[in-house]
């Protein structure tokens, strides 16, 4: 009865002594910690992640980097145990979708992908929303594409030393065919022909597929095209392929030289995809997501699937792909102001 009367006389005493009790009795338990060490403790704290992400696309579904994109997002679902959702934001050559990525909390819980296009927008477009080298925290290179040097069956030229000579023996006088203005594909035109030193002039197309249309139909003579969209007609003979634009082989074409090997040395034009988070995501949760990409990336169903879509895959770490990025930027700097290429408003 004392004791009762006690508790109820003066409760908050009572809370306090029965509380100093049972931390006295953990503390006295095999292996026990203190409240502050509970609260420390890692395994106390929210994993990453504890929710759904959101993978940004810069382009309509169907192409490269959506498919790309859905794969790595599937396997992210299934190893962080969490949906991972790809989100396409087509327009402005991908630009609306990255800045998207770029404004998002920087949490880990929205990523985006991005492609060699966005280290050229720089020198192309002048009210960039974003800068790439600054405002991302780098995931991964997830995988290199080369393009391949093509041209018409009409064209004289049966290597890179015979298309130089073609081109010097004629000049300003060949053509070569591209999909826009300021893209990869006129860039590694414009890079060839000064480093070669010959001239020569871009077709643009809207797109690749109507250019690759003209360079068969003999409107143009060449083409630095994507590899996917040369290497049927290289099959039917109606593509002469005279060098891959890689620094090294490609592991499809390894009896193709590269550009460099073939008459241009130092040449080298790699499309490439990554993804990258927010500027200021917390560094343990790129590493969870880089970790977990670079082991998909080196399982031989994935590599064998890649290289069947002319992809080689990387999955570098996040500081390998920051240098990469600042490399890219100031190679085609150099390129876009020998080309003189004139710039224009995003929007």
């Known amino acids: 009865m004392k004791r009762e009367t006690a508790m109820h006389s003066n409760p908050d005493g009572y809370l306090k002594i029965h509380r100093g ?23 106390m704290a929210a994993a990453y992640p504890a929710k759904a992400i959101r993978f940004v696309v ?5 192409g490269p980097n959506d498919t790309l994109a859905r794969l790595i997002g599937a396997r992210l679902t299934e190893t962080l145990a969490v949906p991972v959702t790809v989100d396409n934001r087509p327009g402005a050559d991908s630009i609306i979708g990255t800045e ?10 929205t990523i985006g992908m991005i492609s060699s296009g966005a280290t050229i927008h720089p020198n192309v477009y002048t009210n960039m929303p974003y800068h790439i080298g600054r405002d991302f925290s780098p995931v991964t290179v997830l995988a290199a594409s080369t393009f391949v040097v093509v041209v ?12 130089i000579a073609l081109a010097k023996a004629r000049p300003g006088q060949l053509n070569f065919a591209g999909s826009g203005v300021g893209d990869t594909i006129h860039l590694a035109g ?9 001239d020569m002039h871009l077709i643009a197309y809207k797109g690749g597929a109507p250019a690759m249309t003209e360079v068969l139909g003999g409107q143009v003579e060449m083409m630095f095209s994507p590899m996917g969209l040369a290497v049927p007609h290289i099959k039917t003979g109606r593509l002469r392929l005279l060098a891959v634009t890689s620094s090294t ?9 590269t550009v460099a090997e073939a008459g241009v040395p130092g040449y080298e034009v790699t499309g490439w995809y990554g993804v990258l988070a927010p500027g200021g995501t917390p ?15 080196k399982q031989p169903d994935t590599r064998a699937k890649l290289l069947s ?39």
């Open 249 to 257: 082989r490609w592991p499809a074409l390894p009896e193709i030289p």
């Open 283 to 297: 560094r343990a949760n790129i590493e969870r997501l880089n970790a977990e990409i670079a082991r998909f990336l």
């Open 152 to 163: 018409n069956g009409r064209v004289p030229a049966h290597s890179i030393k015979e298309l």
């Open 190 to 198: 414009e890079l060839f022909k000064s480093m070669a030193g010959i």
């Open 58 to 62: 810069g382009f309509a579904p169907g």
């Open 100 to 109: 998207i990525v770029a404004r998002a909390p920087a949490d880990g819980y």
């Open 21 to 43: 009790a049972v931390r006295l009795l953990l503390m006295a338990l095999p292996g026990a910690v203190t409240a502050p060490a509970l609260a420390q403790s890692p395994s």
């Open 309 to 347: 879509m002319g992809m080689d895959p990387i999955g570098n770490s996040p500081d390998q792909m920051s240098a990469h990025i600042s490399a890219e930027l100031v190679k085609w700097a150099r390129v876009a102001k020998v080309a003189k290429l004139s710039t224009r408003s995003v929007f």
